[in-house]
């Protein structure tokens, strides 16, 4: 065997894994093989001046890398059962949350110290949005902000870079079970392991169907959830994300039933584009650097959409939405929300006009001729009932970005351990489909690490 422990991807759920498992078992060998480039080497060459859009680079610098998707996001750690995926259901509630917390302290000891843990736990906005018809998930949050997350990525990478072997630009092709392990296929080389973890996030999707498919491992669909990312001046929401920072609000839509949520919410941030398998969609993130911050507050508004009957293909569903803003928009699409209720298109000129001014360079258009009218009225329900609380949010000028997608992987079946049908194969993090966030990500690094530590 060339190596003990192989870990697929670089992500925070890599990244934890290889942290717990170099701290655990030091006698261990253990490379990490990572799609991507090393941090410093990651750079998204949209400059919004020479390059405005996607230009489907070979590694999107956004998804892929050491850090993993995690690298730029606004390093949010939401310290919660009651979302960011569903990993308490493997592992116990307690044994959830104890890891979330383990892997908070982890961040404070490699450059996090001095940031931010805000909580819900006590807040009057909790009855503010039940009397409104809006609820207010409990969570604590860790917001590191995109600089400090990317210092703690530093620190981590130098922490770890003599006690494994890093593989950079080296995307697996194929796992296969050997009697006593795995053989990993590289573009030019192979490598053999006794133990494997595969934490391939988001980007590796279409990668881990495959695997699955090869190696005959039982899998279920998952849902999607599709919407738009809203961008309001900073005071809109200031009351909510001063004591905040981020606060997850569900509403039931009256017209179908259906749940709309507030997800991912940065205060005084700028919106970015991301591109999943060369689809291009919207999200944000925001700087603890008071200099880097802007005058806009982003968030996006999802709706959750899982097919079943006769058709079962959620992310698929909600790729050819996105593909078709793409197709309508260049890329990313913007609209006024008063443009939208009016039914008439936003132009260069109407969005210049506007008192809000956009943190991204997107095509103005028409978000009704791509979301589905479901999704939309869902949506805009959303948006005039946040509206009680935050008066403002349904301004004219109120951006609406689209189309925000949170593509979920396909479950994959793996016991307690996160180990799935053949023993010694670890399936972990977002590439799971069980975990959806930095916090579940990172603390199923942790878990599996200590399982294969102790074996
Ligand atoms: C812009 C943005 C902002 C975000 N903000 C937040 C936030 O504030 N809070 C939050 O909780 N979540 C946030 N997220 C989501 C969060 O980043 C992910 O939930 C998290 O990174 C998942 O970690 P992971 O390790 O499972 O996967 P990833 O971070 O996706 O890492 C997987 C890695 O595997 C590599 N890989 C894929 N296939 C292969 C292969 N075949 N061989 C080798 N390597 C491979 C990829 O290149 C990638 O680097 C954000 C995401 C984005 C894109």
């Not at 104890?98 to 843990?117: K, P, S, W």
């Not at 809203?230 to 994300?241: C, G, K, M, N, Y």
């Not at 793409?326 to 890329?331: D, E, P, V, Y």
């Not at 001729?369 to 959303?382: A, F, N, Q, T, Y």
Request: aromatic share 10%; with cysteine; charged share 25%.
């Amino acid at each position: 065997m060339n190596y003990d422990v192989i870990i697929i991807g670089a992500g925070p759920g890599g990244i934890f894994s290889a942290y717990e498992l170099t701290k655990l078992r030091p006698d261990l060998k253990i490379a990490v093989f990572e799609a991507g480039n090393p941090l410093h080497k990651r750079k998204c060459p949209i400059d919004g001046d020479k390059i405005k859009s996607c230009i489907n680079c070979k590694h999107c610098s956004i998804m892929s890398g050491f850090g993993g998707a995690g690298a730029f996001s606004d390093g949010k750690y939401n310290i919660t059962n009651d979302f960011g995926g569903t990993l308490y259901e493997y592992i116990g509630k307690k044994t959830a949350m104890d890891l979330m917390y383990y892997v908070d302290d982890i961040n404070m000891q490699f450059g996090g110290e001095g940031t931010r843990l805000y909580s819900t736990a006590g807040s009057k906005f909790k009855k503010i949005c039940m009397q409104n018809d809006l609820h207010l998930l409990d969570a604590s949050v860790r917001h590191l902000g995109t600089d400090v997350n990317y210092v703690v990525l530093e620190n981590l990478f130098n922490h770890l870079k003599d006690k494994a072997d890093f593989f950079f630009d080296s995307a697996v092709e194929h796992v296969k079970a050997e009697n006593d392990g795995y053989t990993l296929v590289c573009k030019d080389k192979t490598y053999t392991c006794k133990y494997c973890v595969i934490s391939v996030g988001r980007s590796g999707s279409k990668w881990m169907e495959q695997v699955c498919h090869e190696m005959n491992i039982p899998t279920q669909s998952n849902r999607v959830d599709i919407g738009v990312r809203v961008e309001i001046p900073a005071e809109i929401f200031s009351h909510l994300t001063d004591e905040l920072y981020e606060s997850k609000i569900v509403y039931r839509t009256p017209k179908y039933g259906d749940k709309v949520r507030t997800f991912c919410m940065n205060p005084k941030g700028e919106v970015v584009s991301e591109n999943t398998n060369g689809i291009v969609t919207v999200n944000g993130h925001s700087y603890e650097d008071p200099k880097k911050q802007t005058g806009n507050t982003n968030f996006a508004l999802l709706v959750s959409k899982h097919f079943s009957e006769p058709f079962k293909d959620s992310t698929g569903y909600a790729e050819s939405i996105a593909r078709l803003s793409n197709m309508l928009g260049g890329g990313v699409m913007v609209q006024r929300f008063g443009d939208l209720i009016r039914g008439q298109r936003s132009t260069e000129k109407r969005i210049e006009e506007g008192f809000t001014t956009p943190t991204m360079s997107a095509t103005p258009g028409d978000l009704s001729l791509v979301l589905p009218k479901r999704l939309l009225d869902g949506i805009i329900e959303m948006i005039y009932a946040l509206d009680k609380i935050a008066p403002g949010m349904a301004n004219d000028d109120t951006l609406l970005y689209g189309v925000e997608v949170k593509f979920y992987n396909m479950e994959v079946e793996v016991d307690q351990n996160l180990e799935c049908c053949h023993k010694g194969l670890y399936v972990i993090g977002d590439g799971s489909g069980i975990t959806h966030s930095l916090s579940h990500a990172s603390a199923s690094g942790v878990h599996v690490a200590r399982n294969i530590a102790q074996k």
